[in-house]
């Protein structure tokens, strides 16, 4: 199969599908107008549910999980992480096993588990809208379990190493041996400590700037300091409502200044996330409530339980929010979390074929969408 198409920085090329990978990409001449835009699948690190469907409860059907990795792929999505937040022992022992066995069998467009908690900071400041109750001292017992149960799926830790720095230490060892990812996130961890996960293997803060107490110290603060670690990288939420646009703009900016970029986008989407529907919904355990401003907050109070964005809404946000160009705000959210979890993505000869046709306007929109060279998503 052969397409021609231009690339994100409008250069003409032809490429040629074998099977599931990429044959061959080659520069083309011809009129540009008309050409869609072909752009290498986004890659998301943080799903904790899509389309009406939460990954943090025991799903209903097989057809829920079509349901949500279809409307991932809608969205222009070839990869994602399903993330569970802080949970109880045994609600991780379900959840992993039965999300284990569906991937196994069904992959789709899943790549496996983040696991965002249950090793965070339990200060209201820190841990957002997870459970203080269920949270815990990092333990490799833990790791070891699910590892078990997950194998080679468990590919993202975030936790808060300042619980208990030892045992953070010794289980992103551990981690790191089995390849998995660490990063820090609803964590107060700054300084020496900060320095000495690092050492110890963990790459980067899962959405800087959130899961932070509204007030902190003007220079003494997590996001300062995160943002000084030259060898750290940091995953921003591109909805306006996480982080104000100038917010975004400036973490953006800084990120992506760094050579090579810190910048990873992920949407942290929620079950609302690609229904376009406000009102109450689940975040494993956790009540909901989303409002007509699309924003995810637990009742009664302002907190954000993650957000209602879709991928593709994200790389555009991000682009229009930082004033970027569209290319880098893709890097952000295709090829940089894809080398993260230690894959080769993009379009480059012998890379699997999983890509996104756009239609070539101010707000984007998925034509298409390919996954191992097969059209899986074809707009009406
Ligand atoms: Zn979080």
Redesign the pocket.
């Known amino acids: 199969m052969k397409i021609t198409a231009r690339t994100l920085s409008d250069q003409i090329c032809e490429v040629e599908i074998d099977g599931p990978i990429f044959k061959k990409i080659a520069p083309h001449k011809g009129d540009i107008l008309d050409l869609p835009w072909i752009a290498p699948g986004l890659i998301d690190i943080?799903i904790n549910g899509f389309g009406g469907v939460d990954f943090n409860r025991p799903l209903e059907s097989d057809e829920a999980w079509r349901h949500a990795t279809q409307q991932l792929y809608i969205h222009g999505c070839t990869g994602f992480l399903a993330t569970l937040?802080t949970n109880r022992e045994e609600g991780y022992r379900k959840l992993l096993t039965d999300l284990t066995a569906r991937i196994r069998r069904d992959p789709r467009n899943c790549l496996g588990f983040h696991m965002?908690g249950p090793w965070l900071n339990l200060d209201p400041g820190y841990r957002?809208?997870?459970r203080a109750e269920w949270m815990q001292k990092p333990s490799v017992r833990l790791l070891e379990e699910w590892s078990a149960l997950a194998g080679d799926l468990l590919k993202l830790i975030?936790l808060a190493p300042e619980v208990d720095l030892p045992a953070s230490l010794e289980v992103i060892r551990s981690g790191v041996k089995k390849k998995i990812v660490f990063f820090l996130?609803?964590s107060a961890a700054m300084g020496e400590s900060l320095g000495q996960v690092m050492a110890a293997g963990a790459v980067g803060w899962?959405?800087l700037g959130?899961?932070v107490p509204a007030t902190v110290p003007k220079f003494e603060n997590v996001i300062f300091h995160a943002l000084a670690q030259s060898g750290l990288m940091a995953s921003l939420i591109p909805d306006g409502l996480h982080l104000p646009p100038h917010a975004f703009r400036a973490l953006a900016w800084m990120l992506n200044q760094a050579n090579p970029s810190r910048l990873l986008l992920t949407t942290?989407a929620m079950a609302a996330a690609g229904t376009d529907k406000p009102g109450a919904y689940t975040l494993g355990d956790v009540q909901v409530e989303v409002g007509t401003d699309g924003a995810a907050r637990l009742p009664g109070s302002g907190r954000l339980a993650?957000s209602t964005l879709t991928p593709l809404q994200g790389v555009a946000r991000a682009e229009q929010m930082a004033s970027i160009y569209l290319e880098e705000a893709w890097k952000a959210f295709s090829i940089r979390p894809a080398s993260l979890l230690n894959f080769k993505h993009g379009l480059a000869e012998g890379n699997s074929a999983d890509f996104v046709l756009l239609a070539p306007e101010k707000t984007p929109y998925v034509l298409a969408t390919y996954h191992r060279g097969k059209c899986v998503y074809e707009a009406p």
């Open positions: 943080q937040i965002e957002g809208a997870h975030t996130g609803h899962t959405h959130n899961a942290d993650g």
